[in-house]
């Protein structure tokens, strides 16, 4: 207990003064510590634009890991980055791994406003062959918001997936969206006489 007290102020006192290089930094982002984890999230959140867009490619290798582990917390540690990561998440939802497509997914719909401009790659993503990234990707459009007025027919469509969380995570969207989805055909209940 004690030593990994002493192991979470060290972190949080290197963390604090910005004594850590990004590769130091990259592996508190990956720590299975959550402490650890959460001092080096708070940190990257403060980095300069410039300083994001060089944890990138780093964070990017890491998405890709086989270790589902390693790969969620590059997510994570990704959707604290905000605009930087986005043309890179974007790229990833064409990864040959679907793994690495729904952590994208789920990074951009974290992300949130920043996000904006990678509604037309979730919108394509709504089409991977996949269902849990079909489900990941109107998730995450749904939590857009708003501003994911757009994605709106797509997510329409996406209603009538053959899957049940892709269309529950599709209605969602919308509704989060402030659009009304449509009722699906052939289950209207008929009122009882």
């Known amino acids: 207990m004690k030593k990994n007290l002493t192991r979470i ?20 982002l990956l720590s299975s510590d959550p402490a650890v984890r959460a001092h080096a999230l708070a940190k990257l959140a403060r980095f300069s634009q410039s300083r994001k867009t060089a944890m990138v490619p780093l964070l990017m290798e890491d998405l890709k890991s086989s270790d589902s582990s390693t790969s969620n917390r590059a997510a994570d540690a990704l959707a604290v980055m905000g605009e930087p990561a986005v043309p890179s998440l974007m790229a990833s939802l064409q990864s040959s791994d679907v793994y690495v497509r729904i952590n994208s997914a789920a990074a951009l719909g974290t992300m949130g406003a920043p996000a904006i401009s990678a509604i037309p790659g979730l919108v394509g993503a709504l089409h991977d062959p996949h269902p849990l990234v079909r489900e990941e990707a109107a998730s995450a459009l749904g939590q857009l918001g708003p501003g994911a007025k757009d994605s709106a027919t797509a997510l329409a469509e996406a209603s009538k997936d053959k899957d049940d969380l892709v269309r529950s995570a599709a209605i969602e969207a ?14 209207v209940r008929q009122p009882q006489s």
């Open 174 to 187: 919308m509704k989060k969206m402030g659009v009304a989805p449509e009722p699906a055909k052939g289950h």
């Open 9 to 28: 102020f060290v972190v949080f006192i290197t963390v604090s003064l910005g004594a850590c290089s990004n590769a130091g930094l990259e592996k508190r």
